[in-house]
């Protein structure tokens, strides 16, 4: 193809269609801007802005406050010793599983470890041990599942595996387990234990110390209200030399990092929302009662909550079995619920999903919950004789 | 420390100094955003926001229009085979080196290349073999020098590199080596030639498929206009089935892209300003014009232009000799130039450096760029007699 201007024309500046949206992406409801965010955006989106005054490493930076930022509040917030901003959860986790493990290595994984956890592992070259949930409707985690998977690389490999990861919550369920516990049984056997708490860090309170884990991950983009794709990744004293290694080319460069990760805006939109994060995750208690009541709203509907109950977390996975009886009956039906949504102004739900799905009650307040739990309602009265 | 108002409040939103200021830092002359960039920042500014519509893959997007952009127009424009969006330009590299080399290979680079290429390098696991330039004042680069250090790794290591990298330009001195004649060197003991165009890709007119390099790497927030971090990645057909492997965990994941890259504000950035920079790169040869000009003008002031002359890229290193010796003598000298330029409203020389500095007149237009060599004539007048 030649690059004139009518295959150009799509390019160029673009409308978000839904914006404006009640949103319930359990995707996107931790990742929306503040307001300092959306500010910060346009004065900080000039590529490599934050490096005016840098003197070789990004979190060294003092003007802008990036080295008090990843030096002083971050480790803080995360509850570990040294901090950093990487390009996401998924680059977080990369760092350390390279760092710790090589080629040929074991690394235990929960069973409901997100789909960049194994990639991750595998890009590492990592061989890949999973611990068993419970299978539905809970799908829960027995803490001791660990010592068994541990024992099962020891002795097929003949060492304990390089690392243990823990998803905290899941990303399909939102459920919460027994992380402190997890991680006594790991460091029983010696196992480092990475948390990755992509949908906990900047929604709920959690500290790598707290828990004893030694590794924590979460999503600027995600759960931060940042502009992605950023990260965090804390990590305890001891392991700080192995994953922060410098360069023996450049001396002050670290390899996990090439450098640099964060370089631009989304370093500055992270920041920009800090101060609101660190306020929202210390009113966490009214999330989880509103996640609750949009539970009991839905099972009321005839709907059923999947994953722990009472649920502790704003990601649920509902089971609709009469939306789909209706999806099976209507015209298009795989994608009537999307409709019946996207009419109501709700985004957020996967187009072609009727049967199971999830959603996200985070940040949506009272009101917004009592809607959408209303259109629910709605949408199961529009096509009750169906 | 603990989070409170206190030690909250220096976060936030915080104001860039340098906004509105001339710019020639090289860094940053290319990656100033396009007004429909600046809009797409807002518009797509919260986390995730390209992934309303996705099926599980980035560049499969089909709205906004990824797909279009990554596997119709990026191709074209980079002139290979696959393209991919990334977070930088360093992470295509790492995603090349570590798909072509395992732990204990080699990889020729050469001596002007960047320190995120010997960083990516070191974490990648591979040795390294430089190139060397001919030093000051030109720095040029032989092309048949890496036939040679193919050879020595060869015989050292009993086979050939896993990959050879030539930087197009370099950051340095801005030069632009043969590089269709290194590739055509390399091919000739099979291995591959990975370009990294961080500087060329945006700015100027570059070819993976013109030159015969197998690999070309950009960077969408240095040289596209893009808010960062955000990298392309241009891949021949014979490469492609091995740097894009599929996870074999996640069927549709590719395993290098640990599943997505660039998820965010920061590719509709870079589709934003595409239109203005394709263009922009039609429109090059008046910056060669513009950077000659300017290198003609300080050499008339007694400033030494090293690298290639005449120069044929906007980034630019200058020996000033003078500036130097003001600095010997003034108060605070070592920041005399920093200041003086600030005052001007100049902002891209590092604070520090007298003695070598280097910049870049990318965009600039004329006007500006007397403006730039006006400062510098008054700034060694003022201090004439020092």
Redo the contacts between chains.
């Keep these: 193809?030649?690059?004139d201007d009518s295959?150009?024309?799509?390019?160029?500046?673009?409308?978000?269609?839904?914006?404006g949206s009640v949103n319930i992406?359990p995707?996107?409801t931790?990742?929306?801007?503040t307001d300092?965010?959306?500010?910060?955006?346009?004065?900080?989106?000039?590529?490599?802005?934050v490096?005016?005054?840098c003197g070789g490493v990004l979190d060294q930076i003092k003007?802008?406050?990036i080295y008090?930022?990843i030096h002083?509040?971050l480790p803080?917030?995360l509850g570990c010793d040294e901090a950093r901003v990487t390009?996401?959860a998924?680059?977080s986790k990369?760092v350390v599983m390279?760092s710790l493990g090589k080629?040929g290595d074991w690394i235990v994984l929960d069973g409901l470890a997100h789909?960049?956890s194994?990639?991750?592992a595998?890009?590492a070259g990592l061989n890949?041990k999973v611990v068993p949930h419970s299978g539905s409707p809970e799908y829960s985690l027995d803490p001791e599942g660990y010592g068994r998977a541990i024992e099962e690389v020891t002795k097929e490999s003949g060492k304990p595996p390089a690392l243990a990861l823990i998803t905290y919550p899941d990303g399909s369920y939102g459920n919460l387990p027994d992380a402190r516990k997890i991680a006594s049984v790991c460091h029983e056997y010696g196992v480092p234990l990475l948390l990755n708490g992509a949908y906990a860090v900047g929604r709920m309170p959690v500290s790598a110390k707290e828990i004893g884990a030694d590794f924590i991950v979460g999503?600027?983009?995600?759960s931060m209200?940042?502009?992605?794709?950023i990260g965090v990744l804390g990590v305890s004293e001891a392991y700080a030399p192995v994953v922060f290694r410098k360069?023996?080319?450049?001396k002050v460069?670290e390899?996990?990092l090439?450098?640099?990760?964060?370089?631009?805006?989304?370093v500055?939109?992270l920041?920009?929302s800090?101060?609101?994060v660190?306020k929202r995750v210390r009113n966490w208690d009214p999330e989880v009662e509103n996640a609750r009541r949009f539970s009991a709203m839905l099972e009321d509907m005839g709907f059923i909550q999947n994953g722990q109950k009472p649920h502790s977390h704003d990601l649920m996975f509902f089971e609709a079995p009469r939306f789909f009886e209706i999806s099976e009956k209507v015209k298009n039906g795989r994608y009537f619920l999307y409709r019946e949504l996207k009419e109501r102004n709700i985004?957020g739900i996967k187009?072609g999903l009727t049967k199971y799905f999830k959603l996200s009650t985070f940040g949506l307040g009272r009101e917004k919950i009592e809607f959408v739990a209303d259109a629910f309602e709605e949408i199961l009265k529009k096509y009750e004789n169906v």
């Design positions: 193809m030649t690059l295959s150009l024309q799509k390019f160029g500046f673009i409308k978000r269609e839904t914006l992406d995707l996107q931790g990742g929306l801007l300092p965010a959306k500010k910060a955006l346009v004065e900080w989106g000039d590529g490599y802005s490096c005016d005054f003007k802008p406050p008090d930022f002083q509040v803080e917030f390009n996401g998924r680059e990369f390279h080629a789909y960049s194994y990639v991750a595998e890009r890949i999503s600027g983009h995600k209200s940042a502009s992605g794709p360069s023996k080319h450049s460069k390899v996990e090439l450098g640099c990760t964060a370089r631009g805006a989304t500055m939109t920041i920009a800090f101060p609101d660190v985004h187009s």
